[in-house]
């Protein structure tokens, strides 16, 4: 049997009226702190119809139960239940109610088992970020090598430039990412894993194409095709053409190396990119002997964050390719 509550607003079991009263301090952001904790209570007790073998098979007494049911209504200042005797039924508002506590609470069991398998060691997810010139070869590679111990860890692949990826790392949308330069920020942890070389890439035609190797001081007056800022590779450039000696006169500006490449092929400048894929017809790649051009590249993680188990095998990984991490 289910009891009322001794104090505060007043429900009877054979006859509810709007209680305003109940519900008049409630904000819009407090119905689901207030209700939250009862749905699972009111699910089971309308499958049963009967507050005890409900209570049973929840494995909590009926008085808490009851209890619970009464202040739900006073709260919803509605009747959900018409009560015969031990026995209980749904009333019209109550039906309504139920169908989008089961909906709710099915999307609560999905979301729940979402992040138990990707927490899970053997078949959990990693969101992995990493640059453009990462995806063709290196990151491929990598996934591959550690697959080899870990065949049903699952990966969500996220390419972007750098500063992008650190926001989605710092939103929780990333649990790791590999990026260049290395970030040096109080809220994340970065560790060094390799060193990329840099080539000045010019036309097949151009008068540089016959050198295998160049000091960037003789590009100076030559029209460049760069990234666009806010990209890492991007800051690099400006860094060694200034070491250089002097600032590149940018025509063109874009989102991803290879398309740099296609430009450089088609006469409309040189660029300072790493290493390609798979060679490209109509350029030459010139090894540059001064300043030192290079970028590190290092994986970059939430400082504080709790690793599930995959992304925690997987980042073990990644520090074990020090020095390896990129084909040669």
């Not at 088992?113 to 899970?120: G, H, K, L, W």
């Not at 970059?300 to 980042?315: C, S």
Request: hydrophobic letters at 45%.
């Amino acid at each position: 049997m289910v009891h009322e509550r001794s104090s505060g607003p007043r429900l009877s079991w054979n006859g509810y009226e709007n209680n305003i009263q109940a519900i008049s301090h409630l904000d819009a952001e407090s119905w689901p702190a207030v209700l939250a904790p009862r749905l699972a209570y009111f699910a089971g007790v309308a499958r049963h119809e009967h507050v005890t073998r409900a209570a049973r098979e929840m494995g909590v007494p009926q008085s808490t139960l009851s209890r619970a049911m009464v202040r739900l209504e006073e709260d919803l200042g509605i009747a959900l239940f018409a009560r015969r005797g031990r026995t209980v039924t749904l009333t019209h508002a109550g039906r309504t109610f139920l169908a989008s506590v089961e909906r709710a609470l099915a999307e609560v069991e999905r979301a729940a088992e979402s992040v138990r398998a990707d927490a899970d060691p053997a078949s959990g997810k990693v969101a992995f970020g990493f640059l453009h010139t990462m995806g063709s070869e290196t990151v491929p590679a990598l996934i591959r090598a550690f697959r080899t111990g870990h065949p049903r860890v699952r990966f969500q692949l996220v390419q972007n430039y750098g500063e992008a990826m650190i926001e989605r790392l710092r939103a929780g949308e990333l649990d790791l990412c590999l990026t260049s330069p290395v970030p040096d920020a109080p809220d994340l942890v970065a560790r060094r894993l390799d060193e990329q070389r840099l080539l000045l890439v010019v036309p097949d035609d151009h008068r540089l194409a016959g050198r295998r190797r160049v000091r960037l001081a003789e590009a100076a007056d030559e029209t460049f095709v760069t990234l666009e800022p806010g990209y890492g590779l991007r800051r690099i450039t400006d860094d060694l053409c200034a070491e250089a000696g002097f600032r590149p006169r940018v025509a063109f500006e874009g989102e991803e190396a290879e398309t740099l490449r296609g430009l450089v092929a088609a006469g409309l400048g040189v660029a300072l990119l790493p290493p390609p894929a798979v060679p490209r017809p109509g350029v030459v790649e010139l090894t540059v002997t001064a300043p030192r051009a290079a970028r590190e590249i290092g994986v970059a993680w939430l400082a504080g964050h709790q690793d599930t188990p995959p992304v925690a095998a997987f980042k073990r990984f990644l520090l074990s390719r020090r020095g390896q991490l990129l084909p040669d």
